[in-house]
């Protein structure tokens, strides 16, 4: 079997970090190949690497099985590579025609001279967006569309290049199970036309459902490869984290306490109607419901990120106006967000400055700074969480996408608030780290604080969960108890 790419004894190394070490990888023509690993293993470094992002210390990259050397990401998409990243790099003021042919422009010539070829290039796009099987309005701009149109676009623009070999960094990690659908139904087309891909997932039921193959990354160096039908879940957490985890979810039986906090027909514009809830000490809400469905939103109207036009908010039965965000946190309401980098963390500063940015005032004492607490503080949190770095003084910015989002969790449960909302805390975050949140999570509201979780990822909610609420269309359309909810009684709702 041909290799249409293999990577050979890739070493790299950071200050401080050994990121790759003796790494290899082989991905045969027109199959998926599944890279897994641990928050930190190396992936995304490993495919910076093909792509030209970075230059390896040592090691061997063959194309059709001759060496090649990668120097700009300009030279991988030469040589037909292409990869997507979660974040999307196209133009938000530019059309979607426009950001395809970004820089290489089709040209037709005419009197001898060169002319921009604008019918080829409507063509060439109808053609691809075709294949995708993605109705989309090429002169629109890119601004207004959704993450999971964005990404398409970017698939779309890499079969511009006429990608041979295409690399999904986390794709899915911000979509819909609906948009999931649709990546994937995309990806089973494009693979028919013959190109090979590399697929970096958190999810494993993904790798299950369309990976050929799957290579699994351990503190930058090679542990497997295995053909998926081959392997179960177990054996590939195994591989990733060196042992096998036994529990997933560690939600202990808690008898829920008082009721903390009460919200009464809160409004606000089309996105809250009508809302109404409560949420008890010792007790863990899950939130769910579709994208766009309001859950984010009212999470922002509950900690002073946006404000309500009618409604009340009780705190302990004392009705509190939650101005901004600032004052939630004073009134003991902290939040984690879904997008780490909007709003929580500060990504130039280091990992123990963001964990206790929330609990400055606790930490000082007569003398200033208690920094041996802190510290003990910050140890605990890095330990448990394995956030993997060179030390608590590294920058967010050096850390891998899953290790700043355990940062984020991290700086939230330090602060132990009365009321914690939670939005997607384990998007991007490994299995082993995961269930360790699911961990400190029970241990929190065995101290009693009340946790209101909102979550995309369904066996999470229903795992966790003492209570569900199910959101559509800026409504709560109907609470579950733990015993009650299922996965259907939950689509059932939200659609
Ligand atoms: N630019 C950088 N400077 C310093 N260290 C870095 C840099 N980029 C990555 N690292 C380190 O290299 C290691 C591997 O990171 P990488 O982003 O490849 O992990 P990953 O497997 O993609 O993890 P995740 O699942 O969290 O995305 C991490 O320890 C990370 O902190
Ligand atoms: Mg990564």
């Known amino acids: 079997m041909t290799n249409v790419l293999e990577l050979r004894n890739i070493v790299k190394t950071f200050p401080g970090v050994k990121a790759l070490d003796g790494m290899k990888l082989e991905l045969r023509k027109g199959e998926l190949l599944a890279v897994c690993g641990e928050n930190g293993a190396g992936k995304s470094t490993l495919m910076k690497i093909v792509t030209g992002v970075y230059k390896p210390d040592s090691g061997e990259m063959l194309l059709n099985g001759e060496p090649i050397h990668i120097k700009h990401p300009s030279d991988a998409y030469g040589k037909g590579i292409a990869i997507i990243y979660q974040e999307t790099s196209l133009f938000p003021e530019l059309t979607v025609l426009e950001n395809l042919f970004m820089g290489h422009e089709a040209t037709k010539r005419k009197f001898g001279l060169s002319f921009i070829d604008?019918?080829?290039?409507?063509?060439?796009?109808?053609?691809?967006?075709?294949?995708?099987?993605?109705?989309?309005?090429l002169d629109g701009k890119v601004g207004k569309f959704g993450v999971a149109t964005k990404q398409m676009i970017e698939i779309a623009k890499a079969l511009t290049y006429d990608a041979?070999?295409?690399?999904?960094?986390?794709?899915?990690?911000?979509?819909?199970?609906?948009?999931?659908?649709?990546?994937?139904?995309?990806?089973?087309?494009?693979?028919?036309?013959?190109?090979?891909?590399?697929?970096?997932?958190?999810?494993?039921?993904?790798?299950?459902?369309?990976?050929?193959?799957?290579?699994?990354?351990?503190?930058?160096?090679?542990?497997?490869?295995?053909?998926?039908?081959?392997?179960?879940?177990?054996?590939?957490?195994?591989?990733?984290?060196g042992r096998e985890l036994s529990d997933l979810y560690s939600k202990t039986a808690i008898?829920?306490?008082?009721?903390?906090?009460?919200?009464?027909?809160?409004?606000?514009?089309?996105?809250?109607?009508?809302?109404?809830?409560?949420?008890?000490?010792?007790?863990?809400?899950?939130?769910?419901?579709?994208?766009?469905?309001?859950?984010?939103?009212?999470?922002?109207?509950?900690?002073g990120?946006?404000?309500?036009?009618?409604?009340?908010?009780?705190?302990?039965?004392?009705?509190?106006?939650?101005?901004?965000?600032?004052?939630?946190?004073?009134?003991?309401?902290?939040?984690?967000?879904?997008?780490?980098?909007?709003?929580?963390?500060i990504t130039q500063m280091t990992i123990r400055e963001?964990?206790?940015?929330?609990?400055?005032?606790k930490l000082s004492g007569w003398t200033g700074i208690r920094f041996k607490w802190e510290g003990e503080l910050v140890e605990a949190y890095t330990g448990r969480l394995k956030i993997k770095a060179a030390s608590s003084a590294t920058v967010l910015n050096n850390l891998s996408g899953g290790n700043q989002q355990k940062v984020s969790?991290?700086?939230?449960?330090?602060?132990?608030?009365?009321?914690?909302?939670?939005?997607?805390?384990?998007?991007?975050?490994?299995?082993?780290?995961?269930?360790?949140?699911?961990?400190?999570?029970?241990?929190?509201?065995h101290r009693d604080l009340a946790i209101l979780m909102i979550s995309s990822d369904l066996p999470e909610i229903l795992g966790m969960s003492d209570r569900i609420y199910v959101m559509k269309e800026g409504r709560i359309a109907g609470e579950l108890s733990r015993e009650e909810a299922s996965q259907e009684k939950i689509l059932t709702l939200a659609l």
């Open 255 to 303: 008898k829920p306490g008082a009721e903390v906090l009460s919200v009464e027909n809160l409004n606000q514009g089309e996105t809250l109607r009508d809302i109404s809830f409560t949420l008890r000490k010792g007790e863990i809400v899950g939130l769910s419901g579709l994208a766009g469905s309001g859950r984010t939103e009212l999470a922002h109207a509950l900690c």
């Open 305 to 345: 990120l946006s404000e309500a036009d009618s409604g009340a908010i009780r705190l302990e039965g004392r009705e509190i106006a939650v101005g901004n965000y600032h004052e939630a946190i004073r009134q003991g309401i902290v939040y984690v967000s879904e997008d780490r980098k909007a709003n929580g963390l």
């Open 354 to 361: 963001n964990m206790t940015l929330s609990i400055l005032d």
């Open 409 to 445: 969790v991290a700086k939230a449960l330090v602060a132990e608030p009365r009321i914690l909302i939670l939005d997607e805390p384990t998007r991007g975050v490994d299995v082993g780290a995961k269930s360790e949140i699911h961990k400190i999570i029970d241990e929190l509201v």
């Open 118 to 137: 604008h019918e080829k290039m409507r063509q060439t796009a109808l053609d691809i967006f075709g294949k995708l099987g993605v109705e989309i309005d």
């Open 164 to 241: 041979k070999i295409l690399i999904l960094d986390e794709p899915t990690a911000s979509l819909t199970s609906r948009e999931v659908t649709a990546l994937f139904d995309t990806i089973k087309r494009i693979k028919a036309e013959g190109v090979s891909m590399v697929y970096i997932s958190h999810r494993l039921e993904e790798i299950f459902l369309i990976a050929n193959r799957v290579t699994v990354i351990r503190d930058g160096g090679y542990v497997a490869t295995a053909d998926t039908k081959d392997v179960d879940s177990k054996q590939l957490v195994s591989w990733m984290i």
